[in-house]
């Protein structure tokens, strides 16, 4: 059973690149009114080092997961790391988050969430909004499911920042009765 999601931020040595924990507070806020389970913050920055790769100025994801994997935690506990940096997997250009299926660790880089990275002015509130869609897309896969095809389904793949914005914060009635099978 789902009892709490801690947040924690994530950089390279010294914290680079990880976001402030002002911000991972204000997504727990609003995790919070959807989840109804304890959504801890964490002040101190995982160094994800380790899955830096200088030649793309990238984090691999898959390399934080196994980074994260190995650490103790709480049971019925998931963690989810944030980071300013820009995130992806060998054959993709980048990706804004990524979970293990039915595991128990979650990365999401906030990076291309913010609408800066864009050209546009900041909007906090339309960053917190993404933010929060696509770890609930990453809970939902630490929950096992898959991707869906209901496009406003938060489970639905984003490949661009457009179909993060499509998404609802909230699972299709399908996705959210497999969320609550899980246990
Ligand atoms: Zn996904
Ligand atoms: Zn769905």
Request: a negative charge; hydrophobic letters at 45%.
């Amino acid at each position: 059973m789902l009892e709490s999601v801690e947040l924690v931020p994530a950089g390279l040595a010294g914290a680079v690149g990880a976001p402030g924990v002002e911000i991972l507070d204000r997504i727990a806020v609003r995790l919070a009114r959807l989840l109804h389970v304890r959504i801890p913050v964490r002040t101190g920055a995982l160094d994800i080092s380790a899955a830096w790769h200088e030649e793309r100025q990238q984090v691999w994801s898959t390399e934080v997961l196994a980074l994260m994997n190995g650490a103790p935690r709480q049971p019925g506990m998931v963690r989810v790391a944030y980071t300013e940096l820009d995130l992806a997997v060998p054959v993709l250009t980048f990706v804004f988050g990524e979970a293990l299926l039915g595991g128990a660790s979650a990365v999401v880089s906030l990076r291309r969430l913010r609408n800066e990275y864009y050209g546009f002015p900041p909007d906090e509130d339309l960053l917190l909004d993404r933010a929060v869609k696509e770890t609930l897309h990453e809970l939902g896969h630490t929950r096992g499911l898959r991707h869906c095809h209901d496009l406003r389904c938060v489970m639905s793949s984003a490949h661009a920042v457009e179909r993060v914005d499509i998404r609802e914060a909230a699972f299709c009635r399908e996705c959210a009765e497999g969320w609550s099978a899980f246990g």
